[in-house]
Structure formats: C-alpha cells, structure tokens
C-alpha cells in the first residue's frame, strides 16, 4: 500500500517548497522567550540538528521583533512570525525579514486588517501566509452562527480568508484548521481539501500532556496523511520542541513518507525473551538519531518466535537469545554473536552503510 | 463527527464481551517471566489498576502451565494462554482454566493440531481463541506463494483457519494480523473486515522502542478505528505493559471511544505562556490517572489567545498568566485564582464530580 497524496499547488516559504509532489515538511515553533535572542537561537539550531524544516517563532511584541530581526540573519532555514492580535506587527516581521507569517484570521483585527498584511505580502518575494483557523479563536460571527467551533466554523473562515487573498492576487499561502479535538480537526481537513489547492498544514492543537499529545497528533495527523491529506506538519507537545520534531518523524517513518535515517522496530517482549532488549533498543536509538542519511530499518528481536521471520525483512536484524544471538543482513542469516557484541556488531554494520 | 463501528458479532472471553456494540476492550500482555508466580501475578495487577480488562500471558513450559494454573485462581479478570509451537500446551491451558487462548497458526504445527485444539475449545465454556496471524511467523506455503508477509497473505492464513474453526461449528474466535508495518497492518485489516463477521483484535507488533511504538500503534489502531474497524485493542511497546495500557487508553480517548475518567487538554506553550504550564499539566495528569469515572475535560491553558476559547469548551478550565489565572466552568468564568491555587482548585472540582 503506498498513500496517493492529493494534489496542491506548491509554495514557498523562503527557500522552502510546501505542497505538490514535494516531501512533507517538518515544523515547529520555539517555546522559549521570544525577548531572548540568545534562548530562541539555541533552541532553532536544536530545532535544526534534530530535523526541523521550518521554524515559527511568536512575535508578540516590538522587543520579539527586533529579536527576531537578528534571528533571521543567524539561521539558515526559514523562520515563520507567529502574529496575533496586531496587524502592524505582522507587516514589521515581513520587514525584519520572516519567510512566512502566520495570521490567526480570529483575532487580526478583521477583513481589512488583512487586506492591509497581504498588500505588503504581494510585495515581498517568497514569503509565505499561513492562514491559521484555530477553534480556540474562531472569529465571533462564526461562533455565533454555529454556536460552537465545530468543523464547518473552521472551514468556513479558511475559505473566507482564502478568497480575500485570492482576490488580492496572492496566492502563496497555506492553511491550517487546528483543534483539540482529533475527530473535529480530521473532518475539517476532509472538508477544506475537497475545497482548496492550497497546500494544508496540519497539526492539532493544545495536544495535552507529552503522551496525550503524541497519541493525539499521531491519530489525527497520521490518518489524515494517510488519506492523502497534508504537506506540511507541526506536532504541538506540552514538551520540549525538539521532541516535536522526534514525533513528526516518526509519524512520517511510520507511514513511509520519511525515508532518511536509521528505522529501529523491535518485538514487545514477553515471557521467552531471555536478554535485555529494552536497553540494546534505546542504546542503537540513541547512537542514531542523528543519522539522517540513507534510509535503513534495523530489527531487535528477543526471541526465536518471530525474530528470524521478521528480522528476515529488515535491513539488518538481530533474533536474541540466552547469552547470544543471530545476525541477519538482508534475510540472511551471517552468524552467531553474543549478547555483548550487539551494539558493536549493528552500529558497525549501520556505519557502513551511511553516509554522514 | 462520530465513528460508525463496522457490525461483528459478539464473542465471550470468560466474562468480557467482544464485538457488536461492546465498548471496545483494552488488553495487554505480560513480560514478566511466565514461571515467576508473584512477578506475573504483580503485573496483572498494575495492568487492572491501569485499566486494562483483558491480560495475555505466555505458556512457554510446563512450569509457566502450572503458574498459570494458580494465577486463573487469582485474578478477577480473564486471562487469555499465549501458545506458540505446541498445541498440547493450548489444550492444557483451556484445562487449566484459560479464558481465551491465542493460537499462532503459522507455528502450531498445522491444521490437524488446530483441529484437536477446536475440539477442545468447543466442549469448554466461555473459552475464546484468537487467531493471531503475525507477519514474522506466516505459513511457510503462503509465504511461498506470496514470496513476502504482504497483507493479502495474512488474510488468507486468517481466513483458512476461520473457516476450519466455523466448520469444526466453533464460532467464538477473534482474528489479529498483526506486522510491524503500519501500511501492511491498515491494508490487512480493512480486506478482513470485508471477509468476516469475527470481532478483529488490533496492534501492530514489534512496534519499536518507546517513541516509535507509542506513534506506529496510534496511527495504526487510531486509524483503523476511525474506519469502524476493531473490537479489542492491544498496543505492544518495548517498555512496561502498565504503559501499553495508557496509550490504548489515550487513542480510545482521542477518538471518544473511552468516556472514562479525567481528559487533560493544555496547549503547547509559545513564548507568550508566562507560568509552568507543563509541571502543572504532569501534576494534574498523576493526580487523575487512577480516577476512571465519570468523564471530565479539564483544560489547562498558557495564556490569552486560545486560552478562554478553548477551556471555555472542557468542563474546567484555568487560562493561566503572570502570577495568576481565569477559572472557567462549562464555559462561564467562575473567578480569578493565583497560580498556586491552580492544582488544587482544579482537584477540589475533579473531585466534586468524580465517583472513587
């Protein structure tokens, strides 16, 4: 089974191309101080080392923005303006230099408002909109039309705003429908790609606690990959932000749409498992997640049940046993080790297979 | 938006119905060692503190037999006899008072032991069998003839083996086809459920570590069950079976299929949330876990954009601020606390709706 992606134009923001044939972009957004230059930078390059494409950092006031300002000639990936409320603010940040700006349709301030931002944005060259429709902050009129945030709300004010953009002839825009609700935002992001070509951005919002918030964004962002929906993708954790990034690539891995670094899968154990697997899984995990090229799958069996099989499939494989175990290559089997020399033996093969 | 759940029939492990209508069941499985009484009898134990209404354990011997034997007398839910390689060990294990037995037809030694084992089955009472196919232990003549476990194969195997179990007149199976790839699982499982009125068991097995199991068992049994699909869950991780029952807990719940106990919602954080959101959230999560009746949405909130909108929509709310917060109740603001107040004010009102 290989997911057919429904098609969207593509845009750019920066350097950046979201939408069409091109892979599905990791994002996320920074959590420290936005006042604090050096907090934010060092949060960005975490946010880089550990796969993020695109970084959207708040912009609440004019102390951010000059923050911000000097960010953007520090970091070599785009970085988006996260604007709330103030309308100037998101033409300043269009200013200091932001490859996108995110506008929350809800609380900018209006239609004319907008208008104004997306003057400025017909003039800039590749900076990107996200129209960013959050139940949380849906427009009055719509809340009072529908009473509550629900699906057709969301969609109703994406398509509003698109048309306005539209009509002001700029076209470089993505949308986003977020809630905190999984059955609300796949229903949303159903109903606006049967209506758009614009690329979609997808995320839920206010996920929960780390565990909530992984099982959450894996739900509603992995099943709408799978139908095909999505170009971009943001997983928001009540967490550090690099475990975002740690998240959204495994959503992406899962689903074969990520086909960079080292893929671990091993068995859950049970009662005939007769060595540590759990560590020797975390170990080799650890040792590379930073490996980000070519793509391998490497399998940590702990018994002979279905060790050989599955192992049979991955790249590299290993069916333990008590005190040793057997070392598969592409469905083979190579020999016998002992239980010390796993690490060893797999990173040695996992290195000579990539590429750093 | 509300799942419409595909129509099976209802099956009996012991006392714990499957299929139809049922709320759809979480189990786990133990890894303790199976011939250590106490461990495992300890380990069922957190499992139905955690919530999980079916527990599995493996019968590899003789002695993890006789252990299971007093464990049957022990426990107060069903407990279901994991057999591989020896159909003897299934019969014993419905002799010693097994609930359910999972039989792997790809390693039981052909389709004359699992004529015996049904024979078996029908003259007990209540006693349900699984028919897990795993793509690590597939037939070797259907491997043969599909060259690789593709999801095609798993049916056949599941289906061979129900149709021997329906014309031995032995109706109260469930099928799993279960692989470590999450597309594969999702394909499987939507071709069965066109092919059989049998309640479907699903997991994704050797799901990784942690990380990888927690997001490919989301997506796999999160998606899946969006479609209808699925009566019983079991989410297999590298890490304590306790856990595989929370996040079986947190998908059923991010699709409102558990209407148990206490939902915590929060939001990311930006740089605009200026108190300890995440430590509060975590508190409050401890706090509740234990708590399984009646359901509440408590929403704890970083600041003002989404803050009031969305906890205006959770039972209690708290959108937080410098040094104080808004409390919210079904969407009315009931008063302004300070930080510190925070947990307890919003235990003293979980409490107040919550039955122990």
Redesign the interface.
């Given at each position: 089974?290989?997911?057919i992606r429904r098609p969207t134009r593509v845009i750019y923001v920066g350097n950046v191309p979201v939408g069409g044939n091109n892979p599905i972009v990791i994002q996320s957004?920074?959590?420290?101080?936005?006042?604090n230059f050096k907090a934010i930078l060092e949060e960005i390059n975490n946010l880089i080392d550990a796969g993020c494409e695109l970084v959207r950092?708040?912009i609440?006031d004019s102390k951010?923005l000059e923050v911000f300002h000097s960010l953007v000639r520090e970091v070599e990936i785009p970085l988006i303006a996260?604007i709330?409320f103030n309308w100037k603010l998101a033409i300043a940040a269009i200013e200091a230099g932001a490859s996108g700006i995110r506008i929350?349709p809800g609380?900018i301030g209006g239609i004319n408002k907008f208008r104004e931002i997306l003057k400025n944005l017909t003039q800039a060259k590749q900076v990107a909109l996200r129209i960013g429709i959050?139940?949380?902050?849906?427009e009055k009129e719509l809340l009072l039309k529908y009473k509550?945030?629900q699906?057709k709300a969301l969609v109703e004010s994406a398509i509003l705003y698109s048309n306005i953009a539209e009509e002001a002839g700029f076209l470089n825009y993505k949308i986003s429908l977020k809630s905190?609700d999984?059955?609300?935002t796949?229903?949303a992001y159903r109903m606006i790609s049967a209506l758009t070509s614009a690329p979609l951005h997808l995320g839920i919002?206010?996920?929960?606690?780390e565990?909530?918030?992984?099982?959450?964004s894996?739900?509603?962002i992995?099943?709408l990959l799978?139908e095909g929906i999505g170009d971009t993708i943001r997983v928001?954790?009540?967490?550090p932000s690099k475990e975002?990034v740690?998240?959204a690539k495994?959503?992406l891995?899962?689903?074969?749409l990520y086909n960079k670094g080292v893929?671990?899968?091993?068995?859950?154990?049970?009662?005939?498992?007769e060595y540590d697997?759990?560590s020797i899984?975390?170990k080799i995990?650890e040792l590379t997640s930073n490996i980000n090229t070519p793509y391998l799958k490497v399998?940590i069996?702990g018994c002979v049940?279905?060790?050989?099989?599955?192992?049979s499939?991955a790249d590299i494989g290993v069916a333990g046993g008590k005190g040793k175990g057997v070392l598969f290559k592409k469905g083979k089997i190579i020999r016998t080790i002992t239980t010390e020399e796993i690490i060893p033996v797999i990173m040695e093969e996992i290195n000579r297979h990539s590429v750093k």
């Open positions: 089974m290989k997911i957004m920074t959590k420290a101080n936005p006042s950092v708040a609440p951010s996260d709330h929350n609380n959050n139940a949380g902050s849906l509550h945030p699906a905190s999984v059955l609300t796949i229903k919002t206010e996920a929960g606690s565990l909530s918030g992984i099982v959450k894996s739900i509603g992995g099943s799978l928001s954790l009540s967490a975002e740690s998240v495994e959503i891995r899962s689903l074969h893929e671990v899968i091993s068995c859950p154990t049970c009662g005939r498992c697997l759990f899984v975390k995990k399998a069996m049940v279905n060790g050989p099989g599955e192992a499939e």
